[in-house]
């Protein structure tokens, strides 16, 4: 597995690099501050005494990317390029492929600029069978062009590319990117190319809005990841790595974003049922995921808890927390006496104060 490096793409391993620096940032420090809120605290499932179920009838699988995940869940793309990342990427997908869940490559920036990285983000041998997603950031979507992407995704086997959306991130970054100019326009080229369905749209933490979601849906895209504000934020994570004006801009946006149960509910509202909508961003239990579900996601996506469990205790650590995942989801499942995620989605839920106004406001 090659990729022919672009021309205009400088060969140096400032990127990987850099994206060391951010897992050492996500193990040890406050990347999630504390006023950062998802807003599904906000949001009830209704209990239901008398399920009228058997715990096996119980059916979490999913379609995804052509295939059918055993459980609605994803570890969303986190990292590559370098040696550890190689190891996290591997033994994350792992466990991945033993839970029939989607596993997500960070960004293949580092592998656009340098191609013997491909082996860092490379996880079929582990995962043969699991739906994978290759990454690449939307300004490096522009630079790379249709074909440059395809490569990416096809270098790694991917099922399909996320194409990355993080300008709050990139404007936190002192060497960030300034232009967010075109990107429609590539993510229409990338949907003709390739095909919609071997195309995700991703936020990074602060959210998609109904609005840019319709104009998405609008140049084609039909698979969207909302990642919204309430767990990891980029812009924060920059702020640690900054010095000056920019780590003070930094601190103030640090809770900048669309909450992810806010973004979940009104992108659904917006563009109807026939997109794919994964809920991320500070997703942490199974619960959560429920009430997401319930919200009108199709899938939850996380990264960060997964990533820490693996800085714990490797495999085994990242295997208990999906273990627990799982069995909440199929918990909150139970107690609505719901047999499956749509039917979840009917039932009763009491939806309060921030979330409530989001909702009615967007
Ligand atoms: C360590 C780490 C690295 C990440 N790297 C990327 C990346 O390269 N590309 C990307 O699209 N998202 C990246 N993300 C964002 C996640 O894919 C996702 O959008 C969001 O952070 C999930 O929220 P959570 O970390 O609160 O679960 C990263 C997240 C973490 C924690």
């Not at 940032?25 to 009228?52: K, R």
């Not at 009430?291 to 820490?308: I, N, Q």
């Amino acid at each position: 597995m090659s990729v022919t490096p672009p021309l205009h793409m400088p060969v140096d391993d400032t990127t990987a690099r850099r994206k060391d620096a951010h897992l050492d940032l996500c193990a040890q420090e406050e990347v999630a501050p504390v006023e950062n809120t998802t807003l599904f605290e906000q949001m009830f499932l209704v209990h239901c005494a008398m399920p009228e179920l058997s715990a096996d009838e119980v059916d979490l699988s999913t379609p995804l990317f052509g295939k059918r995940l055993k459980a609605p869940l994803l570890v969303t793309g986190m990292t590559g390029g370098t040696e550890r990342a190689m190891q996290v990427n591997r033994e994350i997908a792992q466990v991945a492929e033993a839970f029939g869940v989607a596993f997500g490559v960070g960004s293949q920036r580092a592998m656009a600029e340098r191609p013997e990285l491909t082996k860092t983000f490379a996880v079929r041998d582990v995962a043969p069978t699991t739906v994978l997603i290759g990454n690449i950031g939307l300004v490096q979507a522009v630079r790379l062009g249709v074909d440059g992407v395809r490569r990416l995704k096809d270098g790694i086997g991917a099922d399909a590319i996320a194409v990355h959306l993080n300008p709050g991130q990139e404007l936190t970054q002192p060497e960030g990117d300034r232009d967010f100019r075109g990107g429609y326009e590539i993510i229409g080229a990338l949907v003709a190319a390739l095909g919609a369905e071997r195309v995700l749209v991703k936020e990074t933490g602060c959210g998609l809005s109904p609005e840019v979601a319709r104009r998405l849906v609008d140049v084609g895209v039909k698979n969207l990841d909302v990642s919204g504000l309430g767990g990891t934020s980029w812009v924060r994570v920059e702020q640690l790595r900054a010095e000056g004006v920019a780590r003070e801009v930094g601190a103030q946006f640090s809770s900048w974003g669309i909450p992810t149960a806010a973004a979940v509910g009104t992108v659904r509202r917006a563009v109807g049922p026939g997109v794919t909508l994964i809920a991320a961003g500070g997703m942490r239990t199974g619960l959560d995921v429920a009430k997401a579900l319930a919200l009108g996601a199709d899938v939850g996506g996380l990264a960060l808890p997964l990533f820490r469990a693996h800085q714990e205790g490797g495999v085994p650590k990242v295997h208990d927390a999906m273990t627990t995942l799982v069995t909440a989801l199929k918990q909150a499942l139970m107690l609505t006496g719901s047999r499956t995620p749509a039917e979840l989605r009917t039932k009763p839920r009491v939806v309060t104060g921030a979330l409530k106004d989001w909702m009615a406001s967007l």
